[in-house]
């Protein structure tokens, strides 16, 4: 009887090994299932993403660029969710993405597959890997991604309109380029002669290009009554382009308009229930997109029921497309300064929640960011202007690289130089400051040191390039602090990301 149980217990272990889905099945099918299949919702309109894959990987073959994309990112998905961690699936994604990349190069030398929907499709996918499976801070490999999709789409033209996948692949490619550069091309050329299509992205691409000349003014425009007209002209643009998405949003299908379903109540530092602004508003949603439901008497479900109907209509587990287009609004919210400590630290941790449970890695790496905006582009657009602290005369005086009764110069003691006697320089560029004259040197922060061996006084710099080295010296130390700050002391990659956003 023993040995009959024992050998009963053997063949339901072999069968169930011999039952078990290989995780290279499991990985593509848990990937449709989370983004590509629309989320279900009382009223049949949820939404999906990556819509376009579905056919092509019909046709796709095996060891075609875009099968290979597909898998590492799948499988990729897979590996970061926290019951998936710890069986080796880290690795095996990081090598199909290795191999992906050389599939897609490949595809892109070859005149036949270059401008192919498969090609354009596998671009997309291995972009939307650096989302998914964070290895770095840095942004470039998303980058780099994002530009040889916006490449193929101008050589694919615009007869890539014609078809549902062509034009779908198409506007995630507008996604990708109006959240990172000015439109290569201009709005006309990404147009897609559908009206209702055109009004938006005439939009977008003109919310990025006014985002770049704001950067571009900010870092080299002087402080003059001609430049704040300008300045004017921004805000004025601006205000025009929030009417306009008003309309827009005006204008959206009854089941796409925002609407109050229910209140979300426990959010530290803020009244949810009168949702007097963006932040507030944005918190009260993101329950709502992190598998909140709201059940027949009115009150919000959270928990997994008991009961398979009851969990169709009260509760659905957080969807991972519903987490990756959260995901931006909370950084965005988190960023401002508007926002309270507590608001703040709640916003962070649904960010931590969609990197480590959701698994999208990226969103980990937002809520590690410090930022606070408009504050820190004050204090960006104030560093070129600082006078040098007592500290730092004092300081350079013991250097010997200030002379505070120097009168070898062409202005007077009572007729200092000012800022409408030195050549107008970008304020946050003194790195472009001249050199110092002859038989002088420059360190790593810009100071002149004096000349050795060659005769010349142990001070040679004038009053205007004393000026300019200790108003560098300040530049570089506040943009080191300021740098730190908005990183979180997270590393030199973060700093580099920083770096870029606030143009320093």
């Given at each position: 009887m023993q040995d009959t149980s024992s050998s009963r217990l053997a063949m339901m272990l072999s069968t169930s090994e011999a039952l078990s889905v290989p995780i290279e099945q499991q990985a593509p099918c848990f990937f449709v299932t989370n983004f590509i299949l629309p989320s279900s919702d009382t009223r049949g309109t949820g939404t999906g993403h990556f819509d376009y894959l579905a056919p092509l990987m019909k046709t796709a073959g095996l060891d075609s660029p875009l099968s290979i994309a597909f898998q590492a990112v799948a499988m990729a998905a897979l590996a970061n969710r926290p019951n998936?961690?710890?069986?080796?699936?880290?690795?095996?994604?990081?090598?199909?993405?290795?191999?992906?990349?050389?599939a897609t190069n490949l595809a892109l030398q070859n005149p036949a597959q270059q401008k192919s929907d498969q090609t354009l499709a596998a671009i997309l996918m291995l972009g939307f890997f650096e989302t998914v499976l964070t290895q770095s801070n840095s942004a470039q490999a998303w980058y780099s991604h994002a530009d040889g999709a916006i490449q193929v789409v101008r050589m694919r033209g615009k007869k890539q309109l014609r078809t549902k996948i062509g034009r779908s692949m198409f506007l995630v490619t507008i996604n990708c380029m109006t959240a990172s550069k000015v439109p290569v091309g201009g709005a006309e050329w990404w147009c897609t002669?559908?009206?209702?299509?055109?009004?938006?992205t005439r939009l977008n691409i003109a919310v990025v290009t006014l985002r770049s000349e704001i950067h571009a003014a900010l870092a080299a425009w002087p402080r003059t009554p001609e430049y704040f007209q300008k300045v004017t002209e921004f805000i004025r643009r601006a205000?025009?382009?929030e009417k306009q998405y008003l309309q827009w949003e005006a204008l959206l299908p009854e089941h796409l308009k925002p609407k109050t379903i229910a209140w979300v109540d426990q959010i530290s530092g803020g009244d949810i229930t009168k949702a007097e602004?963006?932040?507030?508003?944005?918190?009260?949603?993101?329950?709502?997109?992190?598998?909140?439901?709201?059940?027949?008497?009115?009150?919000?479900?959270?928990?997994?029921?008991?009961?398979?109907?009851?969990?169709?209509?009260?509760?659905?587990?957080?969807?991972s497309v519903d987490a990756y287009f959260a995901m931006w609004?909370?950084?965005?919210?988190?960023?401002?300064?508007?926002?309270?400590?507590?608001?703040?630290a709640w916003v962070k941790g649904r960010l931590v929640f969609i990197g480590e449970v959701i698994g999208l890695s990226h969103a980990k790496v937002l809520s590690?960011?410090?930022?606070?905006?408009?504050?820190?582009?004050?204090?960006?657009?104030?560093?070129?202007?600082?006078?040098?602290?007592?500290?730092?005369?004092?300081?350079?005086?013991?250097?010997?690289?200030?002379?505070?009764?120097?009168?070898?110069?062409?202005?007077?003691?009572?007729?200092p130089p000012t800022n409408e006697t030195i050549?107008?320089?970008?304020?946050?560029?003194?790195?472009?400051?001249?050199?110092?004259?002859?038989?002088?040197?420059?360190?790593?922060?810009?100071?002149?040191?004096?000349?050795?061996?060659?005769?010349?006084?142990?001070?040679?710099?004038?009053?205007?390039?004393?000026?300019?080295?200790?108003q560098k010296e300040a530049y570089e130390k506040e943009r080191a602090s300021l740098l730190k700050k908005a990183?979180?002391?997270?590393?030199?990659?973060?700093?580099?990301?920083?770096?870029?956003?606030?143009?320093?």
């Open positions: 998936s961690r710890g069986r080796g699936l880290l690795p095996k994604a990081m090598g199909q993405y290795a191999k992906a990349l050389k002669d559908s009206p209702d299509e055109d009004f938006i205000r025009v382009m602004d963006l932040i507030t508003d944005t918190i009260a949603s993101i329950p709502f997109f992190l598998g909140w439901r709201v059940g027949q008497g009115g009150d919000l479900t959270a928990g997994e029921p008991s009961n398979g109907d009851a969990r169709s209509k009260n509760f659905l587990s957080p969807s609004p909370l950084f965005s919210i988190s960023a401002t300064d508007s926002i309270t400590d507590l608001q703040r590690g960011f410090q930022l606070r905006l408009p504050s820190m582009i004050i204090r960006r657009d104030n560093m070129g202007h600082a006078a040098p602290t007592p500290e730092m005369l004092a300081a350079a005086v013991t250097r010997g690289v200030y002379a505070p009764n120097s009168h070898s110069h062409s202005h007077s003691a009572s007729n050549t107008p320089q970008s304020p946050f560029n003194p790195a472009s400051f001249p050199s110092a004259g002859p038989g002088t040197s420059q360190n790593n922060n810009g100071a002149a040191n004096p000349a050795q061996g060659q005769g010349q006084p142990l001070y040679t710099l004038n009053p205007l390039q004393q000026r300019q080295a200790m990183s979180n002391s997270q590393g030199d990659a973060v700093e580099m990301l920083a770096a870029k956003f606030l143009a320093v």
